[in-house]
């Protein structure tokens, strides 16, 4: 349980950042795919698109608790979710913004 928990939560993470800049591109899918398969991928993402983006936030929030992940696990988050912002090659201001915000958010709970 505690491996897909955290399968789902580094999908529905890095989906989040997927669309700080309004653009999901075939790079930043790839990328994701290549950490998690695709059965969790095309799952977690059904979830996603239901969810307004408060509804994320919480999502994202609830995770983080209830997966009781340490600092060292916020920074690993971290740095995957800047990995897939450099994918397409484009690293944007947008992105830029809602990496600032998710650090607040992964460390208030690390």
Not at 18 to 33: M, Q, S
Not at 48 to 55: A, L, M, R, S
Not at 95 to 101: A, S
């Amino acid at each position: 349980m505690e491996a897909e928990f955290h399968k789902d939560f580094l999908t529905y993470l890095l989906l989040f950042a997927t669309h700080a800049d309004f653009n999901f591109d075939e790079e930043e899918r790839e990328y994701i795919l290549s950490k998690v398969d695709e059965s969790t991928f095309n799952r977690v993402n059904r979830i996603f698109e239901k969810h307004n983006d408060i509804q994320r936030i919480d999502r994202i929030r609830y995770y983080m608790e209830k997966g009781n992940y340490s600092q060292a696990d916020a920074a690993t988050l971290t740095s995957e979710v800047l990995k897939l912002f450099k994918a397409d090659g484009d690293y944007s201001t947008l992105e830029q913004n809602l990496m600032i915000g998710l650090k607040r958010i992964l460390k208030s709970y690390s």
